[in-house]
């Protein structure tokens, strides 16, 4: 992908005064049009083959987009602690105070909590030497309702000055709904561990999305473009053409958004995910918001309607948003041995997507229309959503 799509190659000043160093969005100088045309080259020349591709889905105001925010707490090469983002393709952190890609309230609350550190006495982590407390900073913020999430990510269970930091901070910003303790003390490359303690308020922050409501929690899987993701799951429905009698399968589930958001327009709603955290939070959603009609399995979701295809049962709509490495060839074999009436995939990885395509094309789909969203602006990525028939 990365060799199709061109990158910053103005040589003024950049929009970002650590873009250079960084490395994160890599198209934040292009102008906002080229980057969506370059997006629909992209995505046409990888999967045009198969059918038609509709124009891109743009966004009015593309700035300050992302809904979560990690920043990574860490000392410098001189040993003074520093918070920001990783430069690309590296553990060096490149000090960065306010993103053009990240909310603006969690840039501020970031800040805060890098000052407040300092004023505890809170050492931030080193991961050479393994020492220090503080190693990431989450801030979630939910479009809809406002509310606001923190997780402070530590390398150990023991915070002295948990419930004063907690207090200052609150004080600081009241806008804050709730603040969450996560206990990372391995050698790991991934942001969150696995124990966490509540420090404040629910624990959770609840979101609407398509008008339906949603609980996140700090380990929830929840797209980070909220606008565009409503975009996003309006065209996913429109496509799936509902008559109200249809049983439904959301594969890769997470915690339920696209079965939730669908339940009011069909009969049925199979919704599998493998993470256990996930189920638990769709669960809890299908619940929250009277959605009797959807049921939550744990499971693999290739395993699952490997069964359901044993059992012969019907299947009306398949929809599918794997990861970016795409489904895996169990996962697409058994969806043509269910043979589910309509097949909508929602890829963040055209390469991938292609590939899986010409699998599915080979094995009596035909993919009649699709269109790319643009829910990543200034990187290269790009959402597609797809519509394939029996």
Not at 84 to 107: F, M, N, Q, W
């Amino acid at each position: 992908m990365a060799e199709t799509i061109k990158k910053n190659t103005n040589t003024k000043k950049s929009r970002c005064p650590v873009s250079k160093k960084c490395g994160g969005c890599t198209m934040i100088d292009v102008p906002y049009a080229e980057q969506a045309e370059q997006k629909q080259q992209l995505v046409e020349k990888l999967i045009g083959e198969f059918g038609r591709v509709d124009p891109i889905i743009r966004m009015k105001n593309p700035d300050h987009y992302r809904n979560k925010v990690t920043s990574v707490f860490a000392p410098d090469k001189k040993g003074k602690p520093v918070c920001g983002i990783y430069k690309a393709g590296t553990h060096e952190v490149v000090p960065v105070k306010s993103c053009l890609l990240e909310d603006l309230r969690a840039d501020r609350i970031i800040q805060t909590i890098f000052d407040l550190a300092e004023s505890f006495k809170i050492r931030v982590y080193d991961e050479d030497r393994r020492t220090g407390l503080l190693r990431y900073v989450q801030v979630r913020t939910a479009r809809g309702t406002k509310q606001v999430m923190v997780t402070l990510v530590t390398a150990d269970s023991v915070f002295p000055p948990a419930k004063k930091f907690v207090n200052a901070l609150i004080k600081r910003h009241p806008e804050i709904n709730t603040v969450v303790q996560n206990i990372n003390d391995k050698q790991t490359t991934m942001v969150l561990g696995d124990r966490e303690k509540v420090l404040y308020g629910p624990g959770y922050i609840e979101d609407v999305l398509c008008k339906k409501r949603f609980r996140i929690s700090s380990r929830s899987f929840y797209q980070v473009n909220s606008l565009q993701t409503e975009k996003l799951y309006n065209i996913a429905l429109d496509y799936a053409g509902f008559s109200g009698k249809e049983r439904i399968l959301d594969a890769y589930c997470g915690i339920g958004t696209i079965g939730i958001i669908a339940s009011d327009r069909c009969k049925e709603v199979l919704s599998v995910e493998l993470n256990a955290e996930a189920v638990k939070d769709a669960k809890i959603n299908a619940k929250l918001n009277g959605a009797d009609n959807v049921e939550v399995y744990k499971n693999d979701a290739g395993r699952f309607m490997e069964d359901m295809a044993a059992k012969k049962e019907k299947l009306d709509v398949l929809f599918m948003d794997p990861p970016r490495s795409g489904a895996s060839e169990e996962f697409l074999r058994a969806a043509l041995q269910l043979g589910p009436a309509k097949i909508v995939y929602v890829s963040c990885e055209p390469t991938t997507l292609a590939r899986d395509l010409r699998l599915l094309t080979d094995g009596g789909y035909e993919m009649k229309k699709a269109v790319p969203v643009d829910m990543f602006p200034y990187t290269e990525g790009v959402e597609t959503v797809c519509l394939l028939t029996h």
